[in-house]
């Protein structure tokens, strides 16, 4: 089965909350984009941050949100 573009979207739209941080702080030395990633993450009020990227993955956690690899983050959502 195939799943054009919009039907992808529309069931992205019902699972997803869009957060516009006030602020990112400085977080990730590596990388600055980062930041935004995890000022997201924090406005969002995330359990967790799946990522393969190094330099986020380097940081564990920020203000109580785990920075977790794919692995990881799949086992966590298996377990909910």
Do not use: F, N
């Not at 702080?25 to 393969?52: L, N, T």
């Not at 993955?57 to 377990?79: F, K, P, Y």
């Amino acid at each position: 089965m195939r799943t054009d573009t919009s039907t992808l979207m529309r069931g992205y739209e019902r699972i997803v909350t869009l957060v516009e941080p006030a602020e990112v702080p400085r977080v990730v030395s590596g990388d600055a984009d980062d930041d935004h990633v995890i000022a997201a993450a924090a406005g969002g009020q995330a359990d967790a941050i799946i990522s393969g990227d190094k330099h986020l993955l380097t940081i564990g956690s920020h203000e109580g949100i785990a920075i977790v690899g794919v692995q990881e983050g799949l086992a966590r959502l298996v377990q909910r």
